[in-house]
């Protein structure tokens, strides 16, 4: 019974502010206070008869009060109603506030799924640690090694090999143009070389960490760790592409 009433004082709210004339009447009382209907109606381009009946329906909805001293009729807002109706807007609020909290748990949820997806490779180059670290900051000798597969021709590539630098690499498999692009995060030669890894297939975020390892002074161990990705699918399609080119950078002859 208590929510039944509830619910007709704020269709009657609702519905005696839906009238542009009433809301700006209702905020003129509550600006300068108690007023006389015929103050009110000095404002607008209409008689005073017309005014009355706007006052009289915020008065039945208990928006405004009507005071009578003398003669004379005084209108006072009483915005005990309002409350219902932002008590109504902060529940509203609260249930869109709780939507937003899911879809952010569901994307963080997704967010760190796609960030436990990772490739993890280790090859063994036969060249020096620094001659191997080069190779992947040298344009003319990634074109002979950066491409997935092995019937691939040479890849298209400019570098520009500083810290926050970027690059391109356009691989043409079957005669197409495929473009991946980055930016150095890190440079440590000839440790560490770390980089973000763009392409249609991925998403924001995905980053590639080669680790460089010197088994002697003519080989070096390459960890590659590549990280976040959409799908499986995306993942193992990386991981057979970086170990091919992992293969093809051992013939070059660094």
Not at 116 to 134: G, S, Y
Not at 148 to 176: C, K, R, W, Y
Not at 194 to 221: A, C, M, R, Y
Request: proline content about 4%.
């Amino acid at each position: 019974m208590v929510e039944h009433d509830k619910n007709i004082i704020l269709s009657n709210v609702f519905k005696a502010l839906s009238n542009t004339t009433r809301r700006l009447l209702l905020l003129q009382i509550c600006q300068n206070g108690p007023c006389r209907v015929t103050d009110l109606a000095d404002f607008y381009e209409m008689s005073l008869n017309a005014v009355s009946k706007h006052i009289k329906m915020l008065e039945k909805t208990g928006l405004v009060n009507r005071r009578v001293v003398g003669r004379i009729h005084w209108i006072e807002a009483n915005l005990s109603q309002v409350q219902q109706a932002e008590n109504w807007f902060d529940h509203l609020k609260s249930i869109w506030e709780l939507r937003l909290d899911k879809l952010d748990e569901i994307l963080n949820s997704e967010d760190s799924k796609m960030n436990r997806l990772k490739v993890n490779i280790e090859k063994t180059i036969n060249a020096p640690v620094e001659k191997v670290f080069d190779a992947w900051l040298n344009p003319e000798t990634m074109a002979k090694f950066m491409y997935p597969l092995s019937d691939m021709p040479a890849s298209d590539v400019e570098i520009n090999p500083t810290l926050g630098g970027s690059f391109t690499i356009i691989m043409h498999p079957e005669g197409q143009d495929l473009p991946h692009k980055g930016e150095y995060l890190e440079i440590d030669r000839p440790h560490r070389l770390k980089f973000t890894w763009e392409s249609d297939h991925l998403i924001t975020g995905s980053t590639v960490t080669l680790d460089f390892k010197p088994v002697n002074e003519n080989q070096t161990l390459i960890l590659l760790t590549h990280v976040k990705f959409r799908d499986e699918e995306t993942r193992n399609d990386h991981e057979g592409g970086w170990t091919n080119i992992l293969d093809m950078l051992n013939t070059v002859g660094l």
